[in-house]
């Protein structure tokens, strides 16, 4: 059974090289490239799901040949699996399969490597859930991020593709390398590469300047990778050009990977080390939440609609670090939650995007208004997952927040979900409402508009006259895991589980003694306080303001016209136009001054913080 | 060896930063991000390195002799393996660029935002 570590990565590595070899055997049969790509998938989800459900009791840790540590030494490298880490891969490879199934009829041919790409693709953000040592933590990084920049630049006799991938892959490129640095100084200081080595060493001496710089740079390129302000640039350019089954993965595990591995960083290796738990939880809070609001905002006046997807993914992002953040047991379960109830409805809301490039090929919010009536099946689809993303009860989304909010006890928070979920709310109902069923009034002839509408021609097969089902089955079933999800987590035994593994994540000794001593821990003590993990009243209303508002502000976005406060010829925002396009200019170099920007501050908070 | 290694890892990361920050080319902008990860490989090398030390391969010398720390070599490899893949698809994306922009200005680029 312990082979089921290793033949997670070893399974899509393997069907990569091999599709990658016989490739020009298939180039008649496109249908077995597609059919062993989803069943590797699929297969992968199975073992992932086997191996959660084998922890659900103890993490449990494999080492490579058999090498195991002797005298708290490590020697070999390991695969250290518990149910949060096993089940955020778990995760990604089902939305894999979700995507290999709808792009069975998407692309016009079997194009390219786009298959080669996926399968490595997998196996990187497993090994990255998985790993136990900090420099294949880099590694599995480097290999998920090359394969997602080949893949955002799928379509290279394109513009767009090009302009994105580049920043995607430079951003996340020094990032990556400033990440190596903190993992050499790591080294150099503590002679290790293992995480719990490490953490052994770091939890026995005060804390060093180098440690505090080795932990900022080693979360600079996590931080990257998760998408927050102001390192999150590179995300809305590359979502908006990747292919539609790519962005599903982009979006609902990539970025939140990112935030994993910085959880990862603080709970397993450096968090008792670095001590000044109350002024690391407030700094982590305070990104998240500017994350959130810049992220919601941005989201609300978007109206290409993949792009709007993407800012909305960032806000996202930033309440998941904030749940991270509060540095409880209910917080990070509410974190884990929500990623697996965001991720759901995200992607579904991409597949159903995707559905629309499709056939009406444009992604135009304002040139689609009224054209998705067409469309029927993909508009319930897309207005459920809106629902959904806006935290409707019982979707995972509300209870995950419901348990966030819960766990920090403070109105101020809760006020700021409540404004990101109905900016972002607002913003995808406004969709689903002005495209799929005509509402509002019809938009004034914007000349731009004509330009734009149909610069994505070249994704996907020429529109037809019926949508396949391969391509609504994964959408409709992605949504309804959605709901699953929330439903499952409302069982009081399941919650429980769910906040109990929470502990387990966070409790450093028990990492420690697990990796170093093979010890089967059961049972944690709680160093921070636990709240129970259940559906409270406040949360329900909470949600439920939140959708009301999130339905009122989509119906006034689309109504807007009619409103008797506004004067006539009055565009709302017109105003900050030229601001935003010089804030998010799409040039690199101004990224990477905010890359460097953000590093310094990171870096001038934690000095002052830690002394 | 003490600081200097440290400081020349400094200065190789401020250099590369800074000529990408202001790049007016791209084949220039990844040069200057292969700069950063230059880094690297000094900070690498530069943790391991034992004053006297061998080559670490125990074939023709003693077990036990002093000698430089293998796992950063290594680690050191595997960045170049890295490296040469990420520098390969962004040369290859530079090339593209000139044929569908006709540029190489990243502020040029930019004006076909996706």
């Known amino acids: 059974m312990d082979q089921l570590y290793a033949l997670s990565v070893t399974v899509p590595l393997v069907a990569a090289a091999a599709l990658l070899a016989t490739r020009p055997l298939f180039a008649r049969h496109r249908r077995v490239l597609d059919l062993v790509a989803a069943g590797v998938s699929a297969a992968v989800a199975v073992m992932l799901g086997f191996l959660v459900f084998r922890t659900s009791g103890a993490d449990s840790t494999y080492w490579f040949a058999g090498f195991r540590p002797s005298g708290g030494i490590v020697i070999g490298i390991d695969f250290e699996a518990g149910p949060l880490s096993a089940g955020l891969a778990c995760l990604g490879a089902v939305l894999m399969t979700a995507s290999m199934v709808f792009s069975w009829r998407y692309f016009p041919r079997a194009g390219g490597y786009f298959h080669v790409l996926m399968l490595t693709f997998l196996a990187g953000m497993t090994g990255f859930c998985l790993t136990g040592d900090v420099f294949d933590l880099f590694v599995w990084f480097e290999l998920m991020g090359v394969s997602a920049y080949a893949l955002t630049a799928y379509r290279p006799e394109e513009r767009g593709p090009i302009q994105g991938a580049l920043n995607f892959a430079i951003t996340n490129s020094v990032g990556a390398y400033l990440s190596l640095t903190g993992i050499a100084l790591i080294y150099g200081r503590t002679g290790a590469l293992n995480m719990a080595q490490i953490a052994a060493y770091v939890s026995h001496h005060p804390p060093s300047g180098l440690i505090v710089i080795a932990f900022l740079l080693i979360i600079t390129g996590l931080l990257v990778k998760g998408a927050i302000v102001p390192f999150h640039f590179w995300l809305a350019d590359a979502h908006a050009v990747a292919p539609t089954p790519v962005c599903v993965l982009f979006s609902g595990v990539m970025v939140e990977l990112g935030l994993y591995g910085i959880a990862r960083m603080y709970w397993s290796v450096f968090g008792t080390g ?337 002394r | 060896m003490g600081i200097v290694p440290f400081l020349v890892v400094a200065w190789i990361i401020v250099a590369g930063l800074y000529g990408i920050v202001t790049s007016r080319d791209l084949i220039h902008t990844i040069v200057c991000l292969i700069v950063v990860q230059s880094s690297t490989y000094v900070l690498l090398l530069g943790v391991g390195y034992v004053t006297g030390g061998a080559a670490p391969y125990f074939w023709d010398i003693p077990v036990g002799t002093r000698a430089v720390d293998p796992v950063v070599q290594a680690l050191a490899l595997t960045d170049v393996v890295v490296e040469a893949a990420v520098t390969a698809l962004l040369l290859a994306f530079a090339v593209q660029a000139q044929k569908r922009f006709g540029t190489l200005d990243p502020s040029q680029l930019a004006e076909f935002k996706g």
């Open chain 1, 274 to 610: 670095l001590g000044h738990r109350a002024a690391i939880s407030h700094l982590f809070l305070a990104l998240g939440l500017l994350t959130a609001v810049v992220g919601a905002l941005f989201c609300f006046r978007e109206r290409h609609v993949k792009r709007l997807l993407a800012f909305s993914t960032i806000s996202h992002a930033g309440m998941f670090l904030a749940g991270f953040a509060l540095l409880t047991p209910l917080g990070l379960a509410g974190a884990a939650l929500y990623v697996t109830g965001h991720a759901f409805v995200k992607a579904a809301l991409f597949l159903a995007v995707g559905i629309v490039l499709h056939r009406l090929r444009s992604v135009n919010e304002t040139w689609l208004h009224g054209r998705g009536r067409r469309l029927p099946v993909t508009g319930v689809i897309f207005t459920v997952a809106a629902f959904g993303l806006a935290d409707l009860p019982p979707f995972g989304t509300f209870l995950g927040k419901g348990w966030i909010e819960d766990s920090a006890a403070a109105p101020w928070l809760t006020a700021i979900f409540i404004a990101c979920g109905v900016l972002v709310g607002g913003a995808v109902l406004r969709v689903a409402g002005g495209v799929f069923y005509g509402l509002g009034d019809p938009p004034g002839e914007d000349p731009q508009m004509a330009a734009e509408a149909n610069e994505e021609t070249g994704e996907t097969d020429e529109g037809r006259q019926r949508t396949p089902l391969s391509m609504l089955i994964p959408a409709a079933a992605l949504a309804a895991l959605g709901l699953a999800a929330g439903v499952a987590a409302m069982a009081p035994k399941i919650a429980a589980g769910i906040e109990a593994a929470a502990a387990r994540f966070q409790d450093q000794p028990a990492y420690i003694a697990t990796v170093l001593t093979s010890a089967h821990v059961t049972r944690v003590a709680p160093p921070y306080p636990v709240a129970p993990a259940d559906v409270t009243v406040g949360s329900v209303v909470t949600a439920l303001c939140s959708v009301l508002g999130a339905a009122a502000l989509a119906l006034a976005a689309l109504y807007w016209r009619r409103l008797p406060l506004l004067r006539r010829g009055y565009e709302p925002g017109a105003g900050l136009t030229v601001p935003i396009r010089r804030f998010q200019s799409g040039i690199i170099n101004d990224y990477i001054t905010w890359l460097v920007a953000g590093v310094a501050t990171l870096g001038g908070v934690l000095a002052l913080v830690i």
